[in-house]
């Protein structure tokens, strides 16, 4: 399978020379140029890495930087002016100055990526992969959409809590309006296809009749 780099600049022609340095057949490059840009991507794809172009002029690093490290857990891979220094809330994984060698930047994304370790978030038999975005139930994986990985990632980090309609859709859908909330119930129907033996008789993703949601702690 690819792996997803995602390059950051402003300069098109910039993400342009870096991409190409990516083989197509080991990598998926995507590209952003702004900011807004890079944080849809970073939610709308399972990234394994970020090369950021620190020197773009119209790029504020460092809350891109922190925003990016909320939306993904990918190691970041900042390029920088010759003896920059670097600020330490960015925390990179790894740091390339200008002039940019292609051997150079794949070796420090490839390093970056094998030195992160694996993160996962287990309740009980539940084990959620926040890397790959896969449910493990016991011996069976399961892919996930970006919003059932979302949906059950908030669910799980609230084990044992019931959590609102209005919490789930404002958090995973990032809106207050409530005037239709089926696509909530059809994402929870699905989540249980792969969280429940018998779907039909919930007992890990259960209801909270009138209020919202709730993922029940278990033993493993």
């Known amino acids: 399978m690819a792996v997803t780099v995602l390059i950051i600049a402003n300069d098109k022609t910039a993400t342009a020379s870096y991409g190409s340095f990516f083989g197509k057949r080991e990598y998926t490059v995507l590209t952003a140029h702004s900011g807004r840009q890079a944080i849809t991507q970073a939610k709308s794809h399972h990234l394994d890495a970020i090369v950021l172009d620190?020197?773009?002029?119209r790029l504020n690093c460092k809350s891109l930087s922190r925003k990016l490290k909320s939306a993904s857990f990918a190691p970041q891979v900042l390029i920088t002016l010759p003896n920059a220094k670097i600020d330490s809330a960015l925390a990179p994984a790894g740091?390339?100055?200008k002039p940019v060698a292609?051997?150079?930047?794949?070796?420090?994304?490839?390093?970056?990526?094998?030195?992160?370790p694996p993160r996962m978030l287990s309740v009980g038999k539940l084990a959620l992969d926040l890397e790959r975005h896969k449910l493990a139930r016991g011996s069976k994986t399961f892919p996930l959409t970006p919003?059932?990985?979302a949906l059950l990632k908030t669910l799980m980090n609230r084990a044992g809590q019931v959590v609102s309609r209005k919490a789930l859709i404002k958090e995973v859908w990032e809106t207050?309006?409530?005037?239709?909330t089926r696509t909530l119930d059809v994402h929870i129907r699905w989540l249980r296809e792969k969280v429940e033996e018998n779907p039909?008789?919930?007992q890990r993703l259960t209801t909270a009749k009138g209020e919202g949601y709730r993922i029940e702690k278990e033993d493993a």
């Open 95 to 97: 740091v390339l100055s």
């Open 147 to 149: 919003k059932e990985f």
């Open 200 to 202: 039909s008789k919930p």
């Open 176 to 180: 207050d309006y409530m005037g239709d």
């Open 102 to 116: 292609g051997k150079k930047l794949v070796a420090r994304v490839k390093g970056a990526i094998d030195a992160k």
């Open 54 to 57: 620190a020197t773009s002029p």
